[in-house]
T-cell receptor, first 111, second 112 residues
Framework: NAGVTQTPKFRILKIGQSMTLQCTQD?????MYWYRQDPGMGLKLIYY???????DKGEVPNGYNVSRSTTEDFPLRLELAAPSQTSVYFC??????????FGDGTRLSIL | TQLLEQSPQFLSIQEGENLTVYCNSS?????LQWYRQEPGEGPVLLVT?????EVKKLKRLTFQFGDARKDSSLHITAAQTGDTGLYLC????????????FGAGTILRVKS
């Protein structure tokens, strides 16, 4: 039972580099989400998607982009990495109106 | 300013003690959820409460949703070292649809 799978688990980037955080789920959930978690701040919603081909901004979308070409995959792209984007990133999925299932996170450091 | 305020931020207690964690807001929520997160892992759902005044029990954990659906509490009876972790409340404000907002979390450490 894979659930929500995130890759990579850890990454160090230099300022200005770009990268894609991968997220895939095998539960056929319509809804998918990207959060970042900073110490003492809880989880902040970056982007979410209610289905393939549909994405929308969350609370902190600046500096990020997403796409949802399939139900299973919801990659998060950082185009020009900045130190403020150092964080732990969590992907989650859920059926409509139900609780969210989280991946184990990607720890990203930007130096 | 957090839409959901959790207190306390940090709690260190001895095994066997009782504790309560609070989650408060000025907004009304269609539902509230409690998650537990361990280091290196994602949050795992403990419970969802949807009805004002609702009380749910999960073994030694008791969850309550306020009558006005603006607040919730988590009470742990006779804490064990295995209860150590980060506890997060999350809610779906009425105007947010299925999007959750999270509290900052309560770090619980239970010492043997």
């Amino acid at each position: 039972n894979a659930g929500v799978t995130q890759t990579p688990k850890f990454r160090i980037l230099k300022i200005g580099q770009s990268m894609t955080l991968q997220c895939t789920q095998d539960m056929n959930h319509n809804y998918m989400y990207w959060y970042r978690q900073d110490p003492g701040m809880g989880l902040k919603l970056i982007y979410y998607s209610v289905g393939a081909g549909i994405t929308d901004k969350g609370e902190v979308p600046n500096g990020y982009n997403v796409s949802r070409s399939t139900t299973e995959d919801f990659p998060l792209r950082l185009e020009l990495a900045a130190p403020s984007q150092t964080s732990v990133y969590f992907c989650a999925s859920s059926p409509i109106g139900q609780a969210q299932h989280f991946g184990d996170g990607t720890r990203l450091s930007i130096l | 300013t957090q839409l959901l305020e959790q207190s306390p931020q940090f709690l260190s207690i001895q095994e066997g003690e009782n504790l309560t964690v609070y989650c408060n807001s000025s907004s009304v929520f269609s539902s509230l959820q409690w998650y537990r997160q361990e280091p290196g892992e994602g949050p795992v759902l403990l419970v969802t409460v949807v009805t004002g005044g609702e009380v749910k029990k999960l073994k030694r954990l008791t969850f309550q949703f306020g009558d006005a659906r603006k607040d919730s509490s988590l009470h742990i009876t006779a804490a064990q070292t295995g209860d150590t972790g980060l506890y997060l409340c999350a809610g779906a404000p009425m105007e947010y649809g299925n999007k959750l907002v999270f509290g900052a979390g309560t770090i619980l450490r239970v010492k043997s």
